[in-house]
């Protein structure tokens, strides 16, 4: 099956840094990939989709400029969580999609867990 | 829009002994239906998926599940549940018509105990 990797898998930083993850798909491509963010016992939250050479996607209520997203090729989308404070710890998840035959199916990354001091 | 219901939280089980987890779904459009397992502190894994024909789907782990357009449902089931199978799990629909964007519901934590 289609492999999704995330780097790095946990982060610690102190408030009011920035912090990079990365998403690749290690054996296929992806135009589109999209990041969530998972509080403790809950569901998978959509941040936004990731789109190959343009402009990524929020959802509504996700401040565009905290979470700086590019997809720099077909195989990396990084998510950057700019001046991070500690209601910005989370899980970071990000999902790729692949070709199934009838529609695309996500794979998922082992995400990113983010501890702000 | 769409939306998922997944009508339990939390499923204690047996080990050994069988588990259905509960997935109800609104779409005023055709849907593809998916079940994911995560393991604590790790990413969602594909356990199985319906896309079109036999509503009967089986997946990895001996898991399936059964797509039911009536009653719009996509229960999953395990005849025999191991220790290993302890997961949170998320049933999830996207829609062509959405860019195939995923939906998902609460999860359902399931604790099998020995």
């Known amino acids: 099956g289609a492999v999704v990797s995330q780097h790095p898998s946990w982060v610690i930083c102190k408030s009011g840094t920035s912090v990079k993850i990365e998403c690749r798909s290690l054996?296929?491509?992806?135009?589109?990939m999209f990041w969530y963010r998972q509080f403790p016992k809950q569901s998978l939250m959509l941040m936004a989709t990731?789109?190959?050479?343009?402009?990524?996607?929020?959802e509504q209520g996700v401040e565009k400029d905290k979470f700086l997203i590019n997809h720099a090729s077909l195989t990396l989308s990084t998510l950057t969580v700019t001046s991070a404070h500690p209601e910005d710890s989370s899980f970071y998840i990000c999902s790729a999609p692949a070709w199934t035959g009838a529609t695309d199916t996500q794979y998922f990354g082992p995400g990113t867990r983010l501890t702000v001091l | 829009a769409q939306s998922v219901t997944q009508l339990d939280s939390q499923v204690p089980v047996f080990e050994e002994a069988p588990v259905e987890l509960r997935c109800n779904y609104s779409s005023s459009v055709s849907v593809y239906l998916f079940w994911y397992v995560q393991y604590p502190n790790q990413g969602l894994q594909l356990l199985l998926k319906y896309l079109s024909g036999s509503t009967l789907v089986k997946g990895i782990n001996g898991f399936e599940a059964e797509f039911n357009k009536s009653q719009t449902s996509f229960h999953l089931r395990k005849p025999s549940v191991h220790i290993s199978d302890t997961a949170e799990y998320f049933c999830?629909?996207?829609?062509?018509?959405?860019?195939?964007?995923?939906?998902f519901g609460g999860g359902t934590r399931v604790l099998v105990k020995p």
């Open positions: 999830a629909v996207s829609v062509k018509a959405a860019g195939n964007k995923l939906t």
């Open positions: 054996d296929f491509q992806a135009t589109t």
């Open positions: 990731s789109n190959e050479g343009s402009k990524a996607t929020y």
